[in-house]
């Protein structure tokens, strides 16, 4: 007979790293901006490289229009990605990241000529409630390759330095009042990331 919950009790973590928690996700039923983070398997290869920055590109402008998910912003980091997405609802982000996630994984396991899996958990997700959230997840996630290597200038791994008419094939329009213009009441905005959405979101310039 089963005696309750046991200290200890439970599948065992397999790394070092923290794995993330399977507890259920913030429900929400309407538009709402989110920041994911995504991590792959410490075998996949450095994803700070262009063959595997052009695959992952490719899935997310596949994205495009699909599944209520639209991806504003994203950056790449070695081992792991960044995102800033509008979802229609909470079942839309996890249909939208399940396609992300496959589509990944699929292009992925073909540039590395390998099978099976790719992304070493579940992706995390924040939901973004109030201007100075999205600002401060805006900033983290445009930002980060500066905090990870010392990088200046103009990170090519990330959607900050796309040009308008590669943003439209490859990012969304987002629809919400936070991220069209309810952004610009942050308590603070840094002087680099307004020049970036002087005119709102980089999408519609």
């Given amino acids: 007979m089963w005696g309750g ?22 429900h929400f039923g309407k538009p709402a901006a989110v920041h994911v983070t995504l991590r792959v398997a410490d075998h996949v290869w450095n994803l700070r490289s262009r063959r595997c920055f052009v695959a ?15 991806i504003i912003e994203f950056t ?3 081992n792991h990605l960044h995102l800033v997405v509008e979802a229609d609802s909470s079942e839309a982000l996890s249909r939208g990241m399940q396609g992300l996630c496959i589509g ?16 070493a958990d579940h992706y995390h997700s924040r ?15 445009l930002g980060n390759a500066a905090r990870h290597y010392g990088d200046r200038g103009a990170d090519p791994f990330t959607s900050a330095t796309y040009a308008r008419d590669h943003r439209a094939r ?3 329009r987002p629809c919400t009042w936070l991220l069209r213009s309810g952004w610009r ?8 990331l307004e020049s970036i959405w002087l005119d709102g979101p980089p999408t519609f310039r």
């Fill in 5 to 26: 919950r046991r200290r200890g009790a439970g599948r065992k973590p397999n790394r070092d790293r923290p794995m993330v928690s399977h507890k259920p996700r913030p």
């Fill in 56 to 70: 992952m590109e490719a899935c997310i402008a596949a994205m495009l229009g699909r599944f209520g998910l639209r």
């Fill in 76 to 78: 790449v980091l070695g």
């Fill in 104 to 119: 990944i994984a699929k292009a992925l396991n073909r540039l590395m000529r390998k099978h099976g899996r790719v992304l």
């Fill in 127 to 141: 939901l973004l409630s109030t201007p100075t959230e999205l600002v401060n997840a805006i900033a983290y996630v």
């Fill in 170 to 172: 490859t990012l969304s």
């Fill in 185 to 192: 009441r942050a308590r603070s905005v840094p002087q680099w």
